[in-house]
C-alpha cells in the first residue's frame, strides 16, 4: 500500500498488514538461520566473511554477528541475542527463536482482527506470569550450594558445544576457574565471581583435552635478557607506556653545534636520559617493569644488575589488566607539573610473585597473588585455531551460566521443561481471564513450546510424540499434588528419554531462563509495535 499521493516522500512508505508480514518475514529468517544450532545435537555453522575469514560456531549470537543483517526488523532479533549474550552469556539461540515464534503467532492474531495493543498486552502478563512462575514452582534454591550444581550447570552449558564430549572435563575447568576468582563485596558481604578475571590464552598444537588452568594472571612475553631473574618475590610492578630507548630529538629539531667536543655531549646526554629514568623506577623500589614499547639492549644491563624483570613490547591491554590487577597505575609519562621527571612508589603494582614460565614453546609471565583482585587463566590447546576460538566462546558461556549459578544460586532443569511447565500452566491461566488477553496469552503459551519441538527436531527424534508426552508430564504435576515431583520433567536429548532433568543434572541458571523469556517479549513486542514504515532513499550526491 503507498501513500504517496498524500504525504511526499523521497523513498518508500508501507504501512499496516504490509510492514508487519514483511517484519515477521524477516525475524523468522533470522531465526532459521539459528534453529538447527539449538541443543546438544544441534549442528555448527561455518561462516565466512568478505575477506574470506572462516568462522565455525554453534553460538547464537556469534552466528548473527557474523550475517550482514539489513532488514531493521531482523536487526531487531540480531541485537536480542547480543543483549542476551551480554547480560546472561548464555541462551542466545534460544531466545531468538522464541522471539520469532511470538512474533509469528502475534501476527495471526493480528490477522485475525485482534487489535496489536491486546496481544501486546496479553503478552506483557503471559511474561509476568511466566517469571512469577518460575520463581515460584520451577526454581531450586541450591542454598548449599555444592559444587555438583555448578558443574552440571556449565555442562549442561558445554553439551551442545564443539566438543560436546570432552564437556565433563571443560566443566571442571569452567568451574575450578571460577572459584578461584571469588571476591566478596566488603559492604554487602555478597561473593562475586567476575568472568573477565578468568584469562584465556589459545595455543594451537595438542589436544584439547591438554588445556589447563593456571593461576595468575598470564600473559605472552618473556624477559628481555637472559641474565634478569626468573622468578621475583614480593614483586613491585611499574607500568609504563614509554619508550626506553636512547631518546632521540624529535622530528624536525635542529641543532647547529660548532665544537666538535659537544657532539659526543649530546651523545651522552641522550643516553643518560634513558638511564636517569631506569635508576628512578629502581630507585622506587620496582622490580618487574613492563613496557609496552622498547628497551634497548645498552639500557638492559641496569635491570639485570638491579636484578629485577624487565619486558618489552607488552600489550597495552595486558597491561591496564594488570594494573586493575595489582593495584599499580599504567604511567603515559612521567612527567610531573614542573616539568621535571620523578617516579612516585605508589605508582607501582604489587603482587606476591612474578614468574617466567615456558608454557608450550613460548614464554610467558605470569603474575600471582595481586593486591587487589584474584585472577587465573586457562590455557587452551587445540587442532587449530577455528576449534581454539569457537572452544574460547563455549568456556566463555559456561563461565557465565556459572558465574549466575553460583551468585543467583537457584537454577532450573533443561531440556524444554520450564517451556512445557509454562505451556500448561499459562494455558490455564488464560482460560480464568474473561477478557481479550486471553487469546494473546494462548498463542503465548504455545509459543514456549517451540523450544521442545526443537530440541526433539535438531535430535532426529519424533517432536510432536515429545511434547504430548511432556506436556502430558506436566499436567499431571500441575493438578494432582500426589505427583508434583513430575515438574521436573524434561527432555534428554542424546537418549531421547522423558526423564527428570534436576535428578539427571541437566540444569540452567534459573536467571538465564527468566531474562530469555522477558527479552523474548520485548524484542516481539518492539517489532510488533511498528505499523508504519518509511525508507529514505539515499540522498543523491551533487557532483
Ligand atoms: N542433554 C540435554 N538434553 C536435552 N536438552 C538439553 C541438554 N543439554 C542442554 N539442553 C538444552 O539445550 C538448550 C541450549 O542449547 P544451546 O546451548 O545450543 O543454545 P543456547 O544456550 O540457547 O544458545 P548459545 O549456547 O548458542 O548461546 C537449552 O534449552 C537446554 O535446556
Ligand atoms: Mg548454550
Not at 247 to 264: F, R, S, Y
Not at 297 to 307: I, N, R, W
Amino acid at each position: 500500500m503507498s501513500n504517496k499521493d498524500q504525504l511526499y516522500l523521497a523513498g518508500e512508505r508501507s504501512t499496516g498488514a504490509d510492514v508487519r508480514t514483511q517484519n515477521v518475514t524477516a525475524a523468522l529468517s533470522v531465526a532459521n538461520v539459528v534453529k538447527s544450532s539449538l541443543g546438544p545435537i544441534g549442528l555448527d555453522k561455518m561462516l565466512v566473511d568478505d575477506v574470506g575469514e572462516v568462522t565455525i560456531t554453534n553460538d547464537g549470537a556469534t552466528i548473527l554477528n557474523q550475517l550482514e543483517v539489513e532488514h531493521p526488523a531482523a536487526r531487531v532479533l540480531v541485537q536480542l541475542s547480543e543483549m542476551q549474550d551480554k547480560e546472561v552469556g548464555d541462551g542466545t539461540t534460544s531466545v531468538v527463536i522464541l522471539a520469532a515464534e511470538m512474533l509469528k503467532r502475534a501476527h495471526e492474531l493480528v490477522k485475525n482482527s485482534i487489535h496489536p495493543t491486546s496481544v501486546m498486552a496479553g503478552y506483557r502478563m503471559a511474561m509476568k506470569e511466566s517469571i512469577k512462575f518460575i520463581k515460584g514452582e520451577l526454581a531450586v534454591k541450591t542454598g548449599t550450594l555444592g559444587r555438583d550444581v555448578a558443574f552440571n550447570v556449565a555442562r549442561t552449558t558445554l553439551s551442545s558445544k564443539i566438543f560436546g564430549r570432552e564437556s565433563d572435563f571443560f566443566a571442571n575447568l569452567a568451574v575450578d576457574s571460577m572459584q578461584l576468582v571469588k571476591e566478596t563485596d566488603p559492604t554487602s558481604g555478597k561473593a562475586r565471581y567476575p568472568v573477565k578475571s578468568v584469562g584465556i590464552i589459545k595455543q594451537h598444537g595438542g589436544s584439547a583435552k591438554d588445556s589447563q588452568l593456571i593461576q595468575g594472571y598470564c600473559m605472552l612475553g618473556g624477559r628481555a635478557a637472559q641474565g634478569m631473574p626468573r622468578t621475583v618475590k614480593a614483586a613491585k610492578i611499574a607500568l609504563l607506556d614509554i619508550d626506553l630507548r636512547k631518546t632521540k630529538m624529535a622530528m624536525g629539531v635542529q641543532v647547529i653545534v660548532t665544537d666538535p667536543k659537544k657532539l659526543e655531549d649530546i651523545r651522552q646526554r641522550e643516553s643518560d636520559i634513558t638511564k636517569e629514568r631506569i635508576q628512578m623506577l629502581i630507585n622506587a623500589g620496582a622490580n618487574v617493569i613492563l613496557t609496552t614499547k622498547g628497551i634497548d639492549d645498552m639500557a638492559l644491563k641496569y635491570f639485570v644488575e638491579a636484578g629485577a624483570i624487565a619486558v618489552r613490547r607488552c600489550k597495552k591491554e595486558d597491561l591496564r589488566r594488570i594494573a586493575k590487577l595489582t593495584g599499580g597505575t599504567l604511567m603515559i609519562t612521567l612527567a610531573d607539573m614542573e616539568g621535571n621527571e620523578s617516579f612516585d612508589a605508589s605508582m607501582l603494582g604489587q603482587a606476591e610473585e612474578v614468574i617466567e614460565e615456558r608454557i608450550c614453546d613460548d614464554d610467558h609471565l605470569v603474575i600471582k597473588g595481586g593486591m587487589n583482585t584474584k585472577s587465573c587463566c586457562v590455557l587452551l590447546r587445540g587442532a587449530n585455531m577455528h576449534m581454539l576460538d569457537e572452544v574460547e566462546r563455549s568456556l566463555h558461556d559456561a563461565l557465565c551460566a556459572v558465574k549466575r549459578t553460583l551468585e543467583s544460586a537457584s537454577v532450573v532443569p533443561g531440556g524444554g521443561c520450564v517451556e512445557a511447565a509454562l505451556s500448561i500452566y499459562l494455558e490455564d491461566f488464560a482460560t480464568t481471564l474473561g477478557s481479550r488477553e486471553q487469546l494473546a496469552i494462548a498463542e503465548f503459551a504455545e509459543a514456549m513450546l517451540v523450544i521442545p519441538k526443537q530440541l526433539a527436531v535438531n535430535a532426529a527424534k519424533d517432536a510432536t510424540d515429545i511434547v504430548a508426552k511432556l506436556r502430558s508430564n506436566h499436567n499431571a504435576a500441575q493438578t494432582d499434588k500426589a505427583q508434583a515431583e513430575l515438574k521436573y520433567t524434561g527432555l534428554d536429548c542424546i537418549t531421547g528419554n522423558i526423564q527428570n532433568n534436576l535428578a539427571a543434572g541437566i540444569i540452567e541458571p534459573a536467571l538465564s531462563k527468566v531474562k530469555m523469556i522477558q527479552f523474548a517479549t520485548e524484542a516481539a513486542i518492539t517489532v510488533l509495535r511498528i505499523d508504519d514504515m518509511i525508507k529514505l532513499h539515499p540522498e543523491e550526491q551533487q557532483q
